[in-house]
Protein backbone atom coordinates (compact mmCIF):
# COMPACT_ATOMS: atom_id res chain seq x y z
CA UNK A 1 0.00 0.00 0.00
CA UNK A 2 0.81 3.45 -0.83
CA UNK A 3 1.44 6.38 2.14
CA UNK A 4 0.66 9.78 1.96
CA UNK A 5 0.40 12.64 4.52
CA UNK A 6 -1.55 15.71 3.39
CA UNK A 7 -1.29 19.08 5.61
CA UNK A 8 -4.30 21.25 4.99
CA UNK A 9 -5.74 24.24 6.98
CA UNK A 10 -8.93 22.03 7.83
CA UNK A 11 -10.60 18.66 7.57
CA UNK A 12 -12.10 19.05 4.54
CA UNK A 13 -9.24 20.53 2.67
CA UNK A 14 -7.34 17.82 3.62
CA UNK A 15 -10.16 14.74 2.47
CA UNK A 16 -10.61 16.54 -0.60
CA UNK A 17 -6.73 16.43 -1.65
CA UNK A 18 -6.75 12.85 -0.33
CA UNK A 19 -9.58 12.12 -2.92
CA UNK A 20 -7.92 14.09 -5.64
CA UNK A 21 -4.52 12.22 -5.44
CA UNK A 22 -5.48 8.97 -3.85
CA UNK A 23 -8.62 8.30 -5.71
CA UNK A 24 -12.09 7.71 -4.43
CA UNK A 25 -11.22 4.22 -2.55
CA UNK A 26 -8.39 5.39 -0.59
CA UNK A 27 -7.60 4.74 3.02
CA UNK A 28 -8.03 7.76 5.54
CA UNK A 29 -5.57 5.90 8.85
CA UNK A 30 -5.14 8.73 10.98
CA UNK A 31 -6.25 12.52 11.36
CA UNK A 32 -4.37 14.66 13.68
CA UNK A 33 -3.59 18.74 14.46
CA UNK A 34 -0.08 19.59 13.63
CA UNK A 35 1.83 22.86 14.02
CA UNK A 36 1.77 24.75 10.90
CA UNK A 37 4.63 25.53 8.64
CA UNK A 38 7.08 28.37 8.21
CA UNK A 39 6.15 31.66 10.94
CA UNK A 40 2.38 31.12 11.09
CA UNK A 41 3.88 27.64 13.31
CA UNK A 42 5.74 30.12 15.07
CA UNK A 43 2.74 32.34 16.01
CA UNK A 44 0.56 29.04 17.58
CA UNK A 45 -0.98 28.38 14.36
CA UNK A 46 -2.15 24.69 13.76
CA UNK A 47 -2.86 22.54 10.26
CA UNK A 48 -4.89 18.74 9.88
CA UNK A 49 -2.43 15.94 9.37
CA UNK A 50 -4.37 13.24 7.16
CA UNK A 51 -2.49 10.15 6.81
CA UNK A 52 -3.79 8.13 3.91
CA UNK A 53 -2.87 5.13 1.66
CA UNK A 54 -4.52 3.73 -1.35
CA UNK A 55 -3.39 0.36 -2.87
CA UNK A 56 -0.65 0.01 -5.65
CA UNK A 57 0.67 -3.10 -7.67
CA UNK A 58 2.21 -5.41 -5.21
CA UNK A 59 5.84 -7.28 -5.42
CA UNK A 60 6.44 -11.13 -6.23
CA UNK A 61 7.97 -11.07 -2.31
CA UNK A 62 3.86 -10.28 -1.95
CA UNK A 63 2.80 -11.47 2.16
CA UNK A 64 0.88 -14.69 2.58
CA UNK A 65 -2.93 -14.18 2.17
CA UNK A 66 -3.16 -15.04 6.56
CA UNK A 67 -1.68 -12.03 6.45
CA UNK A 68 -3.29 -9.92 4.45
CA UNK A 69 -6.13 -10.43 6.20
CA UNK A 70 -5.26 -9.58 9.59
CA UNK A 71 -3.76 -6.09 7.80
CA UNK A 72 -6.97 -5.56 5.61
CA UNK A 73 -9.03 -5.96 8.91
CA UNK A 74 -6.75 -3.48 11.02
CA UNK A 75 -6.72 -0.75 8.40
CA UNK A 76 -10.56 -1.49 7.46
CA UNK A 77 -11.29 -0.46 11.28
CA UNK A 78 -8.38 2.26 11.60
CA UNK A 79 -10.39 3.69 8.54
CA UNK A 80 -13.63 3.44 10.46
CA UNK A 81 -11.66 5.77 13.58
CA UNK A 82 -10.83 8.24 11.13
CA UNK A 83 -13.61 8.57 9.68
CA UNK A 84 -15.72 9.10 12.73
CA UNK A 85 -13.42 11.56 14.11
CA UNK A 86 -12.80 13.39 11.13
CA UNK A 87 -16.70 13.85 11.73
CA UNK A 88 -16.06 15.47 15.62
CA UNK A 89 -16.87 12.08 17.33
CA UNK A 90 -14.49 11.58 20.29
CA UNK A 91 -11.78 8.90 19.92
CA UNK A 92 -12.38 6.96 22.46
CA UNK A 93 -16.51 6.15 20.89
CA UNK A 94 -14.72 6.17 17.77
CA UNK A 95 -12.74 3.01 18.65
CA UNK A 96 -15.29 1.43 20.64
CA UNK A 97 -17.50 1.57 17.27
CA UNK A 98 -14.72 0.44 14.87
CA UNK A 99 -14.01 -2.52 17.34
CA UNK A 100 -17.95 -3.62 17.20
CA UNK A 101 -18.05 -3.36 13.38
CA UNK A 102 -17.62 -6.95 11.59
CA UNK A 103 -14.72 -6.72 9.57
CA UNK A 104 -16.34 -7.43 5.99
CA UNK A 105 -18.30 -4.63 7.15
CA UNK A 106 -15.17 -2.11 8.16
CA UNK A 107 -13.64 -2.64 4.60
CA UNK A 108 -16.77 -1.33 2.85
CA UNK A 109 -18.93 0.38 5.19
CA UNK A 110 -21.40 2.83 3.68
CA UNK A 111 -22.76 5.59 5.74
CA UNK A 112 -26.07 4.03 6.51
CA UNK A 113 -24.46 0.93 8.65
CA UNK A 114 -21.39 3.92 10.03
CA UNK A 115 -24.71 5.73 11.27
CA UNK A 116 -26.69 2.58 12.48
CA UNK A 117 -23.30 1.46 14.21
CA UNK A 118 -22.78 4.45 15.95
CA UNK A 119 -26.35 4.50 17.24
CA UNK A 120 -25.79 0.96 19.00
CA UNK A 121 -23.31 2.71 21.50
CA UNK A 122 -25.92 5.98 21.92
CA UNK A 123 -28.54 4.00 23.75
CA UNK A 124 -27.79 5.46 26.65
CA UNK A 125 -27.64 8.97 25.42
CA UNK A 126 -31.00 9.40 24.25
CA UNK A 127 -34.09 9.38 26.94
CA UNK A 128 -36.34 7.61 24.31
CA UNK A 129 -40.54 8.44 24.52
CA UNK A 130 -41.39 8.56 28.46
CA UNK A 131 -44.48 9.71 29.73
CA UNK A 132 -44.81 13.25 30.84
CA UNK A 133 -43.72 13.71 34.68
CA UNK A 134 -46.40 15.56 36.50
CA UNK A 135 -44.34 18.86 36.64
CA UNK A 136 -41.93 19.25 33.48
CA UNK A 137 -39.17 22.21 34.33
CA UNK A 138 -37.35 23.94 31.50
CA UNK A 139 -33.77 25.76 32.66
CA UNK A 140 -31.13 27.48 30.87
CA UNK A 141 -29.32 30.22 29.11
CA UNK A 142 -30.69 33.17 27.20
CA UNK A 143 -31.20 32.64 24.11
CA UNK A 144 -31.74 28.91 23.80
CA UNK A 145 -35.17 28.83 22.70
CA UNK A 146 -36.47 27.39 25.68
CA UNK A 147 -39.88 29.16 25.61
CA UNK A 148 -40.35 28.23 21.75
CA UNK A 149 -39.42 24.27 22.87
CA UNK A 150 -41.79 24.30 25.32
CA UNK A 151 -44.95 25.71 23.14
CA UNK A 152 -43.14 22.43 20.55
CA UNK A 153 -43.89 20.36 23.39
CA UNK A 154 -47.44 21.52 24.17
CA UNK A 155 -48.54 21.84 20.25
CA UNK A 156 -47.57 18.02 19.09
CA UNK A 157 -49.13 16.40 22.44
CA UNK A 158 -52.02 18.20 20.96
CA UNK A 159 -51.99 17.46 17.74
CA UNK A 160 -50.64 13.86 18.05
CA UNK A 161 -52.36 12.68 21.23
CA UNK A 162 -55.34 15.32 21.74
CA UNK A 163 -54.56 16.19 25.32
CA UNK A 164 -53.55 19.51 26.80
CA UNK A 165 -50.65 20.66 28.83
CA UNK A 166 -51.18 23.17 31.29
CA UNK A 167 -48.12 25.98 30.83
CA UNK A 168 -46.77 28.13 33.21
CA UNK A 169 -44.44 31.59 32.35
CA UNK A 170 -42.32 31.57 35.48
CA UNK A 171 -40.35 34.49 33.94
CA UNK A 172 -40.76 37.54 35.75
CA UNK A 173 -37.72 38.74 34.07
CA UNK A 174 -39.22 39.20 30.68
CA UNK A 175 -42.30 40.35 29.85
CA UNK A 176 -42.19 39.70 26.10
CA UNK A 177 -41.55 35.64 26.91
CA UNK A 178 -45.09 35.74 28.66
CA UNK A 179 -46.62 37.22 26.31
CA UNK A 180 -45.06 35.00 23.68
CA UNK A 181 -45.71 31.77 25.49
CA UNK A 182 -49.38 33.25 26.02
CA UNK A 183 -49.96 33.76 22.48
CA UNK A 184 -48.89 29.86 22.08
CA UNK A 185 -51.18 28.83 24.82
CA UNK A 186 -54.12 30.51 23.25
CA UNK A 187 -53.50 29.11 19.93
CA UNK A 188 -53.06 25.55 21.04
CA UNK A 189 -55.82 25.70 23.53
CA UNK A 190 -53.18 25.02 26.63
CA UNK A 191 -54.91 26.36 30.10
CA UNK A 192 -52.04 29.26 31.24
CA UNK A 193 -50.69 30.49 33.97
CA UNK A 194 -48.38 33.50 34.99
CA UNK A 195 -46.28 32.99 38.02
CA UNK A 196 -44.15 35.71 39.02
CA UNK A 197 -43.66 35.14 42.56
CA UNK A 198 -43.09 31.50 44.56
CA UNK A 199 -46.60 31.69 45.97
CA UNK A 200 -48.05 32.05 42.63
CA UNK A 201 -46.19 29.22 40.90
CA UNK A 202 -46.70 27.14 44.13
CA UNK A 203 -51.00 27.92 43.25
CA UNK A 204 -50.43 27.00 39.52
CA UNK A 205 -48.88 23.88 40.66
CA UNK A 206 -51.21 23.06 42.99
CA UNK A 207 -54.31 23.32 41.05
CA UNK A 208 -53.54 21.97 37.90
CA UNK A 209 -55.15 18.13 36.65
CA UNK A 210 -52.96 18.03 33.77
CA UNK A 211 -49.14 18.02 33.43
CA UNK A 212 -47.30 21.27 33.65
CA UNK A 213 -44.55 22.68 31.50
CA UNK A 214 -42.93 25.74 33.52
CA UNK A 215 -40.63 27.91 31.51
CA UNK A 216 -38.39 30.01 33.63
CA UNK A 217 -36.05 32.89 33.48
CA UNK A 218 -32.80 32.34 31.40
CA UNK A 219 -30.86 33.26 34.36
CA UNK A 220 -28.38 31.29 36.59
CA UNK A 221 -30.00 29.11 39.43
CA UNK A 222 -27.41 31.31 41.73
CA UNK A 223 -29.92 34.14 41.22
CA UNK A 224 -32.37 34.42 44.03
CA UNK A 225 -35.86 34.43 42.71
CA UNK A 226 -34.67 31.04 40.38
CA UNK A 227 -33.11 29.64 43.13
CA UNK A 228 -36.49 29.84 45.18
CA UNK A 229 -38.73 28.81 42.14
CA UNK A 230 -36.54 25.66 41.55
CA UNK A 231 -35.96 25.24 45.25
CA UNK A 232 -40.33 24.85 45.41
CA UNK A 233 -40.63 22.42 42.41
CA UNK A 234 -37.71 20.74 43.85
CA UNK A 235 -39.66 19.36 47.13
CA UNK A 236 -42.32 18.20 44.63
CA UNK A 237 -43.03 14.89 43.65
CA UNK A 238 -43.21 14.08 39.51
CA UNK A 239 -40.74 17.15 38.65
CA UNK A 240 -38.46 16.50 35.79
CA UNK A 241 -36.09 19.35 35.16
CA UNK A 242 -34.61 19.35 31.15
CA UNK A 243 -31.11 22.08 30.59
CA UNK A 244 -31.78 23.55 27.32
CA UNK A 245 -28.70 24.25 25.10
CA UNK A 246 -27.79 25.34 21.97
CA UNK A 247 -26.51 22.55 19.81
CA UNK A 248 -23.43 24.66 18.71
CA UNK A 249 -22.14 25.17 22.04
CA UNK A 250 -18.51 23.93 22.43
CA UNK A 251 -17.38 21.19 24.88
CA UNK A 252 -15.82 24.32 27.45
CA UNK A 253 -18.84 26.54 27.21
CA UNK A 254 -21.02 23.27 27.67
CA UNK A 255 -19.08 22.19 31.07
CA UNK A 256 -19.59 25.73 32.27
CA UNK A 257 -22.85 26.05 31.45
CA UNK A 258 -23.55 21.77 33.77
CA UNK A 259 -21.67 23.50 36.16
CA UNK A 260 -23.85 26.36 36.65
CA UNK A 261 -26.88 24.62 36.59
CA UNK A 262 -25.67 22.02 38.92
CA UNK A 263 -27.94 23.35 41.85
CA UNK A 264 -31.11 22.86 39.56
CA UNK A 265 -30.55 19.40 39.36
CA UNK A 266 -31.36 18.75 35.83
CA UNK A 267 -32.46 15.18 34.97
CA UNK A 268 -32.76 15.44 31.08
CA UNK A 269 -31.31 17.68 28.19
CA UNK A 270 -32.36 19.37 25.58
CA UNK A 271 -30.53 20.16 22.51
CA UNK A 272 -32.18 22.97 20.46
CA UNK A 273 -30.96 24.68 17.22
CA UNK A 274 -29.77 21.59 15.33
CA UNK A 275 -30.01 23.20 11.96
CA UNK A 276 -27.58 26.22 13.00
CA UNK A 277 -24.82 23.63 14.25
CA UNK A 278 -22.22 21.67 11.99
CA UNK A 279 -21.42 19.23 14.93
CA UNK A 280 -23.79 18.11 17.74
CA UNK A 281 -20.35 15.30 18.33
CA UNK A 282 -19.19 18.36 21.15
CA UNK A 283 -22.30 18.89 23.48
CA UNK A 284 -22.85 15.35 22.94
CA UNK A 285 -19.74 13.99 24.59
CA UNK A 286 -20.20 16.75 27.22
CA UNK A 287 -23.67 15.15 27.91
CA UNK A 288 -22.26 11.54 27.75
CA UNK A 289 -19.70 12.51 30.36
CA UNK A 290 -22.06 13.93 32.69
CA UNK A 291 -24.56 11.17 32.51
CA UNK A 292 -27.62 13.23 31.30
CA UNK A 293 -29.89 11.94 28.88
CA UNK A 294 -31.03 13.97 25.66
CA UNK A 295 -34.82 14.11 25.85
CA UNK A 296 -35.67 16.29 22.70
CA UNK A 297 -34.00 17.48 19.45
CA UNK A 298 -34.94 20.84 17.81
CA UNK A 299 -33.81 21.71 14.49
CA UNK A 300 -35.69 25.31 13.94
CA UNK A 301 -38.19 28.10 14.73
CA UNK A 302 -41.51 25.66 13.54
CA UNK A 303 -44.13 25.24 15.97
CA UNK A 304 -45.02 22.02 16.60
CA UNK A 305 -43.20 20.47 12.99
CA UNK A 306 -39.25 21.24 14.35
CA UNK A 307 -38.86 18.79 17.42
CA UNK A 308 -38.53 15.35 18.03
CA UNK A 309 -37.88 13.00 20.90
CA UNK A 310 -34.37 11.88 21.20
CA UNK A 311 -33.47 8.16 20.05
CA UNK A 312 -29.84 6.74 19.42
CA UNK A 313 -31.09 6.71 15.99
CA UNK A 314 -31.54 10.10 15.59
CA UNK A 315 -28.56 11.29 17.85
CA UNK A 316 -26.30 9.34 15.45
CA UNK A 317 -27.60 11.03 12.40
CA UNK A 318 -26.98 14.21 13.85
CA UNK A 319 -23.27 13.51 14.69
CA UNK A 320 -22.53 12.18 11.30
CA UNK A 321 -24.36 14.58 8.88
CA UNK A 322 -21.67 16.79 9.75
CA UNK A 323 -20.98 18.60 6.50
CA UNK A 324 -17.46 17.49 6.77
CA UNK A 325 -19.00 13.97 6.07
CA UNK A 326 -19.40 15.16 1.71
CA UNK A 327 -15.84 14.82 1.88
CA UNK A 328 -15.06 12.02 3.61
CA UNK A 329 -12.91 9.07 2.34
CA UNK A 330 -14.83 5.69 1.52
CA UNK A 331 -13.03 2.79 3.08
Known amino acids: MYLKKFRKPTVQD ?16 STELVSSTGWRGWLGAREVQVTAGAAREMSESRPPASERRRADTGTGRDAIVARLVAG ?15 PAECRGASLASLTRALATHLTDAAAGHEAFARVEVFVGPPGVGKTTTLAKIAAQTRAREGRALGMVAADAFRAGAIEQLRVYADVIGSPFKVARTTEEL ?27 LLRLVGRRRGVRTHLVMAADTSAASARRIFDTYQDARPDRLIVTKLDEAESLSPLLSVARERGLPISYLTSGQRVPEDLDRATAALLADAVLRDPLRSCAVTA
Not at 90 to 98: G, W
Request: hydrophobic share 45%; proline share 7%; no cysteine.
Open 14 to 29: ALRAVREELGPNALVL
Open 88 to 102: GVERALADEVAAGMP
Open 202 to 228: DKALMSSRQPLLVDTAGRSPSDGGVRE
